[in-house]
């Protein structure tokens, strides 16, 4: 099979290629996104129902393209995804639906790679992988899980409260995903119990109306050890107000890992509408024992474990960082082939979409530069 050559190749149409794609279209750069799914944004459209952004409008949105007025101030998951329509038809940006990629490998004597599709095979001087994390769903070992004979899913699988209703549900997880999907079954009144074993940093939604998102934008400039300080004399004034935290906090800070955002999930864990338990003892066939050596019978295991990015696509082997991401410079340069990026893979108090923008544009100009 011919290859058909691309100066460069990005890899997923999610916010994170389009927006690549907008920056490499403004700089004349050839190039085209390979994106598996039948539509654009798919691993979006992968995610639970009621999924909405914890991040304002007015940070969220792409490179030269802002939300429409009659947008929420936190899209919901429809409005962002008929927002990314929007962005990749006003662009008019050049896109391979259902283009799912086998396998990546190094042309060394060209510097360039070679990407096999299930349909075609793309030769390209630089290469952008933008692939959403909701690719690689993680679901970590978990001793005596395969004594439980119920249901067990990744979050990922989980669309609504549905199919859950008559049945114990336990969550397993930390993040936010944990949160909302807890809040949203406990809300339909099914038995609901979450599992956080090593602590939960929550953040308010907003403050005096502005996202919280907003106001970690404005600390971004200050050095960490003094944003770490002011988050540490907010935390002691609220453990002051509220008596101190119901959940522990856990020994990494907010601005390693991001916080539960909202009040919703931990105000019905106080009114035990959400049964938090911080150790599970032993599974069994039907259930869970918790330390106290309380039984509780469960019907399903919604495993809220994160994502971790896979890059068993390469023949060449990627080195990771201590979060599982590739080990770049520059924020998006591998560390070991320079017509490598990354973008997507930067996560702070800013938010995702605020770093996707950012890098978009570093990597446009490192690829122009290149290619000169």
């Not at 998951?77 to 008929?82: A, L, Y």
């Not at 510097?111 to 933008?130: A, F, M, Q, R, T």
């Not at 066939?285 to 918790?290: L, N, P, T, Y």
Request: one cysteine or more; proline letters at 5%; charged letters at 25%.
């Amino acid at each position: 099979m011919e290859s058909i050559y691309k100066k460069v190749i990005i890899v997923g149409a999610g916010p994170a290629g389009l927006a690549t794609s907008k920056i490499l279209t403004d700089k004349n750069i050839d190039h085209m996104i390979l994106e598996k799914g039948n539509e654009i944004a798919n691993s979006w459209r992968l995610f639970y129902d009621s999924l909405t952004l914890h991040t304002g409008k007015h940070l969220s949105h792409l490179p030269g393209m802002n939300f429409k007025k009659e947008v929420n101030l936190f899209p919901p998951k429809n409005q962002f995804i008929n927002y990314m329509e929007d962005y990749k038809n006003k662009f008019n940006l050049p896109i391979s639906l259902s283009s799912e990629i086998t396998k990546i490998e190094k042309i060394n004597e060209k510097n360039k790679w070679k990407v096999y599709s299930n349909e075609k095979i793309y030769e390209c001087d630089c290469l952008v992988l933008g692939i959403g994390l909701a690719s690689f769903p993680f679901k970590p070992e978990i001793k005596g899980l395969e004594n439980f004979k119920g249901e067990v899913i990744h979050s990922i699988q989980y669309k609504n409260p549905e199919l859950y209703k008559g049945k114990n549900v336990l969550i397993i997880g930390a993040g936010n995903s944990a949160a909302e999907i807890s809040y949203e079954l406990s809300e339909k009144n099914i038995d609901t119990t979450i599992y956080i074993k090593s602590g939960a940093n929550i953040a308010p939604l907003s403050i005096l109306g502005l996202p919280i998102q907003y106001f970690g934008y404005l600390m971004s400039v200050f050095p960490k050890a003094l944003q770490l300080s002011i988050i540490k004399l907010g935390n002691f004034f609220i453990d002051l107000l509220s008596g101190g935290p119901l959940i522990p906090r856990p020994a990494y800070s907010p601005l390693d890992r991001p916080p539960i955002i909202g009040k919703k999930f931990i105000k019905s864990v106080k009114k035990g509408s959400i049964k938090y338990e911080s150790k599970v003892s032993s599974y069994k066939e039907d259930g869970v024992i918790f330390d106290n050596n309380e039984f509780k019978k469960i019907d399903t295991i919604i495993l809220a474990t994160g994502f971790k990015v896979s890059f068993d696509i390469f023949d060449e082997e990627i080195e990771r960082d201590n979060k599982g991401f590739a080990k770049r410079k520059d924020r998006v340069e591998d560390i070991n082939y320079s017509n490598l990026f990354y973008v997507g893979q930067n996560y702070d108090s800013t938010g995702g979409l605020v770093n996707i923008r950012k890098d978009s544009i570093i990597i446009g100009n490192k690829i122009k530069n290149l290619l000169n």
